[in-house]
């Protein structure tokens, strides 16, 4: 198992111990590949009924050039999208 693997994962399970005793179920999952396209093939092929993800705050010249997941996950969800930055 690679570094990043070993630290996403780390860091997940923080992240799941955070959420514990909430009211609905959270669902964190690690996969590979280019990010705005998994991300919206785990929704459909999961039944997600929102997808909640974070900005990275690039605007302007920076979004254009380097593009943004977010972006392309808002445009191409078939599901409602919650970007908190």
Do not use: Q, T
């Not at 992240?15 to 964190?28: A, D, K, M, Q, T």
């Not at 039944?47 to 900005?55: E, P, T």
């Amino acid at each position: 198992m690679n570094y990043l693997r070993k630290s996403a994962e780390s860091m997940m399970r923080e992240v799941e111990e955070s959420l514990e005793g909430l009211r609905n179920p959270v669902f964190i999952r690690i996969v590979e590949g280019r990010p705005d396209k998994k991300i919206i093939e785990y929704a459909e092929r999961h039944h997600i009924d929102l997808i909640l993800m974070g900005s990275r705050g690039l605007s302007g010249l920076k979004e254009l050039v380097l593009g943004s997941v977010s972006h392309y996950v808002v445009r191409h969800a078939n599901v409602p999208v919650f970007i908190y930055k």
